[in-house]
Protein backbone atom coordinates (compact mmCIF):
# COMPACT_ATOMS: atom_id res chain seq x y z
CA UNK A 1 0.00 0.00 0.00
CA UNK A 2 1.72 3.17 -0.93
CA UNK A 3 2.08 5.71 1.79
CA UNK A 4 0.96 9.15 0.43
CA UNK A 5 -0.30 12.12 1.79
CA UNK A 6 -3.37 13.95 1.44
CA UNK A 7 -4.83 17.21 3.73
CA UNK A 8 -7.84 16.39 5.09
CA UNK A 9 -9.45 18.89 2.84
CA UNK A 10 -8.21 16.98 -0.27
CA UNK A 11 -10.64 15.08 -2.29
CA UNK A 12 -9.22 11.88 -3.66
CA UNK A 13 -11.80 10.37 -6.09
CA UNK A 14 -11.73 6.45 -7.09
CA UNK A 15 -9.32 4.97 -9.08
CA UNK A 16 -6.19 6.64 -8.79
CA UNK A 17 -3.06 5.65 -8.27
CA UNK A 18 -0.87 8.01 -6.17
CA UNK A 19 3.06 7.05 -5.54
CA UNK A 20 5.27 6.95 -2.14
CA UNK A 21 5.59 10.23 -0.60
CA UNK A 22 3.67 12.11 -2.99
CA UNK A 23 2.02 15.28 -0.47
CA UNK A 24 -1.26 16.40 -2.00
CA UNK A 25 -2.20 19.83 -0.37
CA UNK A 26 -5.25 22.15 0.92
CA UNK A 27 -8.32 22.11 -0.91
CA UNK A 28 -7.05 19.75 -4.25
CA UNK A 29 -9.32 17.58 -6.00
CA UNK A 30 -7.81 14.80 -7.89
CA UNK A 31 -9.91 13.35 -10.12
CA UNK A 32 -10.82 9.60 -11.06
CA UNK A 33 -8.78 7.47 -12.58
CA UNK A 34 -5.27 9.45 -12.32
CA UNK A 35 -2.22 8.16 -11.90
CA UNK A 36 0.60 10.27 -9.82
CA UNK A 37 3.61 9.09 -9.09
CA UNK A 38 6.03 8.96 -6.10
CA UNK A 39 7.73 11.92 -4.55
CA UNK A 40 5.59 14.82 -6.70
CA UNK A 41 3.83 17.69 -4.59
CA UNK A 42 0.44 18.63 -4.95
CA UNK A 43 -0.03 22.28 -4.15
CA UNK A 44 -3.11 24.04 -3.27
CA UNK A 45 -6.20 24.32 -4.96
CA UNK A 46 -5.16 21.83 -7.93
CA UNK A 47 -7.34 20.09 -10.24
CA UNK A 48 -6.21 16.44 -11.61
CA UNK A 49 -8.77 15.77 -13.83
CA UNK A 50 -9.97 12.12 -14.74
CA UNK A 51 -7.30 9.25 -16.32
CA UNK A 52 -4.49 12.54 -16.11
CA UNK A 53 -0.81 10.83 -15.81
CA UNK A 54 1.96 12.61 -13.91
CA UNK A 55 5.31 10.87 -13.35
CA UNK A 56 7.81 10.94 -10.50
CA UNK A 57 8.95 14.03 -8.65
CA UNK A 58 6.64 16.50 -10.39
CA UNK A 59 6.22 19.76 -8.40
CA UNK A 60 3.04 21.65 -9.07
CA UNK A 61 2.55 24.90 -7.77
CA UNK A 62 -0.47 26.35 -6.17
CA UNK A 63 -3.92 26.85 -8.33
CA UNK A 64 -3.10 24.82 -11.45
CA UNK A 65 -5.35 23.06 -13.39
CA UNK A 66 -4.13 19.90 -15.22
CA UNK A 67 -6.79 18.86 -17.47
CA UNK A 68 -7.19 15.32 -19.45
CA UNK A 69 -5.08 15.14 -22.08
CA UNK A 70 -2.12 16.33 -20.38
CA UNK A 71 1.06 14.24 -19.44
CA UNK A 72 3.59 15.07 -17.17
CA UNK A 73 6.81 12.88 -17.26
CA UNK A 74 9.26 12.73 -14.36
CA UNK A 75 10.53 15.77 -12.24
CA UNK A 76 8.33 18.59 -14.01
CA UNK A 77 7.84 21.67 -12.42
CA UNK A 78 4.38 23.59 -13.07
CA UNK A 79 4.51 26.81 -11.76
CA UNK A 80 1.74 28.52 -10.07
CA UNK A 81 -1.22 29.36 -11.55
CA UNK A 82 0.10 28.02 -15.16
CA UNK A 83 -2.75 27.42 -17.44
CA UNK A 84 -3.36 24.08 -20.06
CA UNK A 85 -5.93 23.99 -21.93
CA UNK A 86 -7.20 20.42 -23.83
CA UNK A 87 -9.25 21.87 -27.01
CA UNK A 88 -8.68 24.36 -29.63
CA UNK A 89 -12.05 25.20 -30.38
CA UNK A 90 -14.61 25.36 -27.04
CA UNK A 91 -17.88 25.84 -27.57
CA UNK A 92 -20.44 25.36 -24.52
CA UNK A 93 -23.37 23.74 -26.40
CA UNK A 94 -21.13 21.98 -28.58
CA UNK A 95 -19.68 18.35 -26.25
CA UNK A 96 -16.19 17.33 -27.68
CA UNK A 97 -14.77 14.98 -24.94
CA UNK A 98 -13.96 13.16 -27.40
CA UNK A 99 -12.24 15.17 -28.92
CA UNK A 100 -9.35 16.29 -26.34
CA UNK A 101 -5.78 16.92 -27.70
CA UNK A 102 -2.35 15.66 -25.88
CA UNK A 103 0.20 18.05 -24.28
CA UNK A 104 3.23 16.82 -23.56
CA UNK A 105 5.56 17.94 -20.69
CA UNK A 106 8.82 16.05 -21.21
CA UNK A 107 10.95 15.19 -18.57
CA UNK A 108 12.68 17.64 -16.24
CA UNK A 109 10.67 20.68 -18.09
CA UNK A 110 9.51 23.76 -15.94
CA UNK A 111 6.52 26.04 -17.36
CA UNK A 112 6.91 29.35 -15.45
CA UNK A 113 4.34 31.15 -13.43
CA UNK A 114 1.13 31.99 -15.12
CA UNK A 115 2.46 30.72 -18.41
CA UNK A 116 -0.33 29.29 -20.94
CA UNK A 117 0.00 26.41 -23.03
CA UNK A 118 -2.42 25.99 -26.31
CA UNK A 119 -3.20 22.02 -26.72
CA UNK A 120 -1.79 19.74 -28.89
CA UNK A 121 1.82 20.74 -28.24
CA UNK A 122 4.76 19.12 -26.49
CA UNK A 123 7.80 21.00 -24.29
CA UNK A 124 10.54 19.21 -24.79
CA UNK A 125 12.89 17.42 -22.11
CA UNK A 126 14.70 20.95 -19.46
CA UNK A 127 12.68 22.85 -21.52
CA UNK A 128 11.80 26.46 -19.83
CA UNK A 129 8.82 28.12 -20.13
CA UNK A 130 9.30 31.58 -19.05
CA UNK A 131 6.24 33.46 -16.69
CA UNK A 132 3.65 34.53 -18.58
CA UNK A 133 4.61 32.70 -22.03
CA UNK A 134 1.69 32.23 -23.98
CA UNK A 135 2.97 28.67 -25.98
CA UNK A 136 1.42 28.40 -29.37
CA UNK A 137 4.19 25.74 -30.91
CA UNK A 138 6.32 22.45 -29.79
CA UNK A 139 9.19 23.59 -27.70
CA UNK A 140 12.53 21.66 -28.16
CA UNK A 141 14.21 20.11 -25.32
CA UNK A 142 16.43 22.52 -23.26
CA UNK A 143 14.71 25.86 -25.53
CA UNK A 144 14.33 28.71 -23.22
CA UNK A 145 11.36 30.55 -24.56
CA UNK A 146 9.13 33.47 -23.08
CA UNK A 147 6.21 35.83 -24.44
CA UNK A 148 3.32 36.20 -25.93
CA UNK A 149 3.75 34.20 -28.40
CA UNK A 150 6.39 32.14 -26.85
CA UNK A 151 9.57 32.57 -28.99
CA UNK A 152 12.85 31.09 -28.25
CA UNK A 153 15.66 33.21 -26.70
CA UNK A 154 18.26 31.07 -26.05
CA UNK A 155 19.07 27.43 -23.96
CA UNK A 156 19.19 26.42 -21.06
CA UNK A 157 21.03 23.16 -19.07
CA UNK A 158 19.38 20.57 -16.70
CA UNK A 159 20.19 22.85 -13.34
CA UNK A 160 18.26 25.78 -15.51
CA UNK A 161 20.87 27.90 -16.26
CA UNK A 162 21.51 30.30 -19.55
CA UNK A 163 24.17 28.39 -21.68
CA UNK A 164 26.62 30.57 -23.19
CA UNK A 165 28.44 28.61 -26.57
CA UNK A 166 31.50 28.65 -27.36
CA UNK A 167 33.37 28.63 -30.99
CA UNK A 168 33.06 25.21 -30.82
CA UNK A 169 29.46 25.08 -30.13
CA UNK A 170 30.46 23.88 -26.84
CA UNK A 171 28.68 25.51 -23.67
CA UNK A 172 28.93 24.40 -19.76
CA UNK A 173 26.90 24.79 -16.90
CA UNK A 174 27.94 27.01 -14.01
CA UNK A 175 26.23 24.74 -11.21
CA UNK A 176 26.52 21.47 -11.99
CA UNK A 177 29.91 22.14 -15.40
CA UNK A 178 27.93 19.50 -17.37
CA UNK A 179 28.88 20.11 -21.10
CA UNK A 180 26.31 20.83 -23.87
CA UNK A 181 26.94 21.02 -27.85
CA UNK A 182 25.24 22.94 -30.04
CA UNK A 183 24.71 20.83 -33.43
CA UNK A 184 22.10 21.43 -36.15
CA UNK A 185 19.82 23.08 -33.26
CA UNK A 186 19.59 20.75 -31.26
CA UNK A 187 21.14 20.19 -27.76
CA UNK A 188 23.13 17.38 -26.92
CA UNK A 189 24.23 16.78 -23.45
CA UNK A 190 28.03 15.95 -23.70
CA UNK A 191 28.62 12.71 -21.43
CA UNK A 192 32.31 12.51 -19.44
CA UNK A 193 33.75 10.15 -21.95
CA UNK A 194 33.24 12.70 -25.14
C1 LIG B 1 12.53 33.89 -18.60
C2 LIG B 1 13.43 33.88 -17.36
C3 LIG B 1 13.91 32.45 -17.08
C4 LIG B 1 14.62 34.81 -17.52
O1 LIG B 1 15.31 34.57 -18.70
P1 LIG B 1 16.60 35.44 -19.03
O2 LIG B 1 16.98 35.23 -20.45
O3 LIG B 1 17.63 35.20 -17.97
O4 LIG B 1 16.01 36.91 -18.87
P2 LIG B 1 16.73 38.27 -18.48
O5 LIG B 1 16.36 38.59 -17.09
O6 LIG B 1 18.19 38.24 -18.89
O7 LIG B 1 15.97 39.25 -19.45
C5 LIG B 1 16.19 39.26 -20.85
C6 LIG B 1 15.03 39.98 -21.51
O8 LIG B 1 13.87 39.14 -21.43
C7 LIG B 1 12.82 39.84 -20.76
N1 LIG B 1 12.11 38.83 -19.96
C8 LIG B 1 12.56 38.16 -18.88
N2 LIG B 1 11.61 37.29 -18.44
C9 LIG B 1 10.57 37.43 -19.28
C10 LIG B 1 9.32 36.81 -19.34
N3 LIG B 1 8.96 35.86 -18.46
N4 LIG B 1 8.48 37.17 -20.33
C11 LIG B 1 8.84 38.12 -21.22
N5 LIG B 1 10.03 38.75 -21.22
C12 LIG B 1 10.87 38.41 -20.25
C13 LIG B 1 13.50 40.89 -19.91
O9 LIG B 1 12.64 41.96 -19.65
C14 LIG B 1 14.64 41.28 -20.83
O10 LIG B 1 14.15 42.11 -21.85
P3 LIG B 1 15.06 43.28 -22.49
O11 LIG B 1 16.21 42.57 -23.16
O12 LIG B 1 14.14 43.97 -23.43
O13 LIG B 1 15.51 44.13 -21.33
C15 LIG B 1 12.67 34.44 -16.14
O14 LIG B 1 12.43 35.83 -16.29
C16 LIG B 1 11.37 33.73 -15.87
O15 LIG B 1 10.30 34.09 -16.40
N6 LIG B 1 11.46 32.70 -15.01
C17 LIG B 1 10.34 31.91 -14.56
C18 LIG B 1 10.05 32.28 -13.10
C19 LIG B 1 8.86 31.53 -12.61
O16 LIG B 1 7.81 31.57 -13.19
N7 LIG B 1 9.01 30.81 -11.52
C20 LIG B 1 7.91 30.02 -11.01
C21 LIG B 1 8.20 29.47 -9.63
S1 LIG B 1 8.25 30.72 -8.42
Redesign the pocket.
Same mark, same amino acid.
Given at each position: MATYQAHETAVIDPGCEIGEDTRIWHFSHIMEGCRIGKQCNIGQNVVVSPGVILGNGIKV?NNVSIYTGVICEDDV?L =??S?VFTNISNPRSAIPRKDKYEETRIEKGA @?? =? *? %? *?TIICGHSIGKYA?? !?? !??VVTKDVPPYA?V? =? %?PARQ @? !?W?SEY =?H?LTFNKENIASCPESNEKYQLINNQIRKLMIYD
Open positions: QF =GPC @TI =G *A %N *ALI !GA !GALM =G %N @T !GV =GK
